[in-house]
T-cell receptor, first 110, second 119 residues
């Protein structure tokens, strides 16, 4: 299937700083993306989604940017908190199911 | 509880043993998915049910893997003659309705997973 991949496997940020997690995709026909957060010992949890007719969507402290020209999306977390420490996945629906990237581990430093 | 639950949370099996993993989806959810998540990787699709019908099992890695959802609610993933490469977290997810043009992917909810370790 098409690949949904992440640029960096780990990211460490200071508490209070902004975090940016990147994701590249190869299926130019993809029209919907989801970001998931997975804490240790838990299943993935929906954070935010974006459709291909948008280039930006904002939630509470999170913003997703979509650049269809270069097939890239990013998740921005404002004022990163210790509770944001987790693995973040972008996912691309492929028929009934999702294709997940390998994930980026975000560590928040005190 | 309102979420997806899975049991057991942890399972240790000796190579060659059979295991059965249970998923209790959110009540009334039509669609149910199983994913396999290897250490340090993203979840990978195994199989999909719409009610009791298994509509897609293309992700099952071998014929040792079998899933069922006989009454359209609880589902069981069975792995026969477990091998070390089967060690992973097995995630279940449910969605309130089947995939249609109007359905929302963001309505998919994941359970906490079962961590299977095969020795």
């Amino acid at each position: 299937g098409e690949n949904v991949g992440l640029h960096l496997p780990t990211l460490s940020v200071q508490e209070g700083d902004n975090s940016i997690i990147n994701c590249a995709y190869s299926n130019s026909a993809s029209d919907y993306f989801i970001w998931y957060k997975q804490e240790s010992g838990k299943g993935p949890q929906f954070i935010i989604d974006i459709r291909s007719n948008m280039d930006k969507r904002q939630g509470q402290r999170v913003t997703v940017l979509l650049n269809k020209t270069v097939k890239h999306l990013s998740l921005q977390i404002a004022a990163t908190q210790p509770g944001d420490s987790a693995v973040y996945f972008c996912a691309d629906p492929d028929g009934q199911n999702f294709v997940f990237g390998p994930g980026t581990r975000l560590s928040v430093l005190p | 509880g309102a979420g997806v639950s899975q049991s057991p949370r942890y399972k240790v099996a000796k190579r060659g043993q059979d295991v059965a993993l249970r998923c209790d989806p959110i009540s009334g959810h039509v669609s149910l998915f199983w994913y396999q998540q290897a250490l340090g990787q993203g979840p990978e699709f195994l199989t999909y049910f719409q009610n009791e019908a298994q509509l897609d099992k293309s992700g099952l890695p071998s014929d040792r893997f079998f899933a069922e959802r006989p009454e359209g609610s609880v589902s069981t993933l069975k792995i026969q003659r477990t091998q070390q490469e089967d060690s992973a977290v097995y995630l279940c997810a449910s969605r309130p309705r089947e995939l249609t043009a109007a359905s929302s992917y963001n309505e998919q909810f994941f359970g906490p997973g079962t961590r299977l370790t095969v020795l």
